[in-house]
Every structure is written in C-alpha cells, then in structure tokens.
C-alpha cells in the first residue's frame, strides 16, 4: 500500500498567515493526490483534486502543487474558518490511502 | 444538487454485524462508483472499499476482505456496506462518497456519517 506522510500533525498560525501543509507519499503517484479539509464531527471537504487543480466553490486562497511524492497545500492569507483539519489522499493506485492529518490552529 | 443521506447510529455487540446505508438523489446513480471511508475517533481517515451501481463490482481494501460487502439497490438509488464480525476497533464513523465527475477518483460529494458504535 502506498503511505501518505503528513508532517507536522499541529500547525499554528495566525489570521492572515499564509500556511503551507506538505504530504509525501513512499512512492511515485504522479499528480493523483487530493486535499481535504475536515472539521469535528463533520465529512470531509474536497479542496484540491489531481495536485493542483481548485474544486468549485473552493475558496482561491487555497491552492495546491506537488508531483512525484511531495505534494504541498498552500493557504493564502488564512481566515477564521480555515482552522481546521487538513488531509491529503492519493489515489494513484487502490487502496487508496489518506495522510494522518495537518491540524492548524490559532497561534 | 447531490445528496448522499446516510442512516442513523448504530450500537453492536461484538461479533454481530452492522449494515449501513446510502441513499442518493440529485444526479443519475448508476453513473459514479460510491465509495466507503471510516474515521475513528481522533484519527485519520481509512478507505475500506468502492462499488460501481451499475454493474455491481466491487473492490474492497485487503484489510476489509472477507468482511465487508458493498451492495447496492438500484431501485431505491441506494447503496449499503456490510460489514461481519465486527470488534471494539471497528467503532468508528463510516461514510459513503461519491467520485467525481472529471477525474472519477476524488470523493466532493459525501454523506452525513453513520457513527457504528461495537460495545458488550
């Protein structure tokens, strides 16, 4: 199964910060991984999908790059409602698997 | 507009079984495989498994085999996972979700959430 690496599991930040949140994956996915923002006790929120490309209705603060195994969310200019949980998903190849989370916080 | 509407909490004991469904409306359901994903509490997300409606195939992760089964009826747009056995480990939220319409393999259009809930 390919792993999908998150590192730090804690951010903190600031309003207005911009944040970068990076995934890596134990092997080559080329551009098949997705983001997700997931807030407590909800489903998740798709952000990102194929590394880079914004799904609809997504805020364009959001924006994402990567290819190979290092993949990278950037927020621009963090507002209130984006402190939350932040996963990355590769789907490369079944299973498909999800990184363990990037929590960002307030500062 | 898509909508994936899940049913209500469940509580087993353990080694019973616990059959959760999904029921969709808002587009054509025969047209987008619908996967399963589950969260334990303060965990990270785990996909267990995906279904095409319209024929019925399926693919489940190896951890799941043999124990889960993904059905579906057509005539209701629902699809239902299955899953036998079950432990203390499998308490945990579980979700459907449905792909995309351009790539066919993210997950924007998930249901509620079912929480299963194994206890003696």
Do not use: H
């Not at chain 1, 997705?34 to 997504?58: H, M």
């Amino acid at each position: 199964d390919i792993q999908m690496t998150q590192s730090p599991s804690t951010l903190s930040a600031s309003v207005g910060d911009r944040v970068t949140i990076p995934c890596r994956a134990n092997q080559n996915i080329s551009i098949w991984v997705a983001w997700y923002q997931q807030k407590a006790g909800k489903a998740p929120n798709l952000l990102i999908y194929r590394s880079s490309s914004l799904q609809t209705g997504v805020p364009s603060r959001f924006s994402g790059s990567g290819s190979g195994t290092e993949f990278t969310l950037t927020i621009n200019s963090l507002q209130p409602d984006d402190f939350a949980t932040y996963c990355c998903q590769q789907y490369n190849s079944y299973p498909w698997t999800f990184g363990q989370g990037t929590k960002v916080e307030l500062k | 507009q898509v909508q994936l509407v899940q049913s209500g909490a469940e509580v087993k004991k353990p080694g019973a079984s616990v059959k959760v469904s999904c029921q969709a409306s808002g587009y054509t359901f025969i047209n987008y495989d619908i996967n399963w994903v589950r969260q334990a509490a303060g965990q990270g997300l785990e996909w267990m498994g995906w279904m095409n409606p319209d024929s019925g195939d399926t693919g489940y992760a190896q951890k799941f085999q043999g124990r889960v089964s993904m059905t579906r009826d057509t005539s209701i747009n629902t699809a239902y996972m299955e899953m036998s056995s079950l432990t203390s480990e499998d308490t945990a939220m579980y979700f459907c979700a449905r792909v995309s319409s351009y790539t066919r393999r993210d997950l924007p259009f998930w249901g509620q959430g079912t929480l299963v809930t194994v206890s003696s």
